[in-house]
């Protein structure tokens, strides 16, 4: 009963940057983890970068010194900013949060997903 609502997403030139956003509505009680996941035509799904509760982060090698990730737990809210994009980074990106749930269960929760597009 968890919606996430994933922005942001559109073509931009190699170089350039995107911030996409996320938002977790409906019965949302605790966000453990938010994070981002990419999927390329062809391609298996992938982490991109996380962020725990405690605002620890994980970053996927291939953007680490390059992206951001942020959380604004008030709005159950997740943020990726990338910057120096490259067109390996072309990919629909998929927002995803880890829920608590009743009898200390934990579910995840996926968004529809926003395309990001480099061009070269």
Known sequence: ?????????????????????CAASGSVFAINTMGWYRQAPGKQRELV??????????????????????RDSAKNAVYLQMNSLKPEDTAVYYCNAEVAAAWGRKRDYWGQGTQVTVSS
């Not at 996430?4 to 996409?20: I, K, P, T």
């Open 49 to 70: 970068a996380a962020i725990t509760s405690d605002e620890t982060t994980t970053y996927a090698d291939s953007v680490k010194g390059r992206s951001t990730i942020s």
């Open 1 to 21: 009963q968890v919606q996430l609502v994933e922005s942001g997403g559109g073509l931009v030139q190699a170089g350039g940057f995107l911030r996409l956003s």
